[in-house]
């Protein structure tokens, strides 16, 4: 026989609420799992994410699991790349266009070096 609730505490929030996870067996006899930040006072409220099925809870440990040093930056979104590119500028060669362009792809994922010159102007954002 199993228990119909079993809690886990996943310690504290940023701001120092408690935070739980909760494993229950509903009616129908299906497992859910329940993730619930408590009030710290009377002007905060509980917030909770109900019937959450094993697959989501498989999927956020392995999110989790994973090293920070592999998570880089947030993604830019199509905007941000393309205020990164360069404009093409007068006496600039494809070659040249297209080191600026490795330059501005570099910088949306945060390596800051200079190019290097290919015979053209120097130049862009």
């Known amino acids: 026989m199993q228990p119909s609730k079993i809690e886990f ?3 504290r929030d940023q701001y120092g609420r408690p935070v739980h996870l909760m494993r229950t067996r509903g009616t129908n006899g299906a497992i859910n799992w ?3 930040r408590q009030a710290i006072n009377q002007r ?3 917030r909770q994410i109900e019937e959450l099925p094993d697959e989501i809870i498989r999927r956020l440990i392995e999110a989790t699991a994973k090293p920070r040093a592999i998570a880089g930056p947030a993604p830019l979104t199509d ?3 393309f205020d990164l590119l360069p404009d093409l500028q007068n006496g600039w060669t494809l070659i040249t266009y297209g080191l600026w362009v ?3 792809i570099e910088r949306a994922h945060g390596i800051e070096r200079e190019p290097s010159n ?3 102007k120097e130049g862009g954002k």
């Open 34 to 36: 329940t993730i619930r």
């Open 118 to 120: 290919a015979g053209g």
């Open 102 to 104: 490795a330059r501005a």
């Open 79 to 81: 905007s941000q790349v």
């Open 9 to 11: 505490d996943l310690g």
């Open 44 to 46: 905060d409220d509980t």
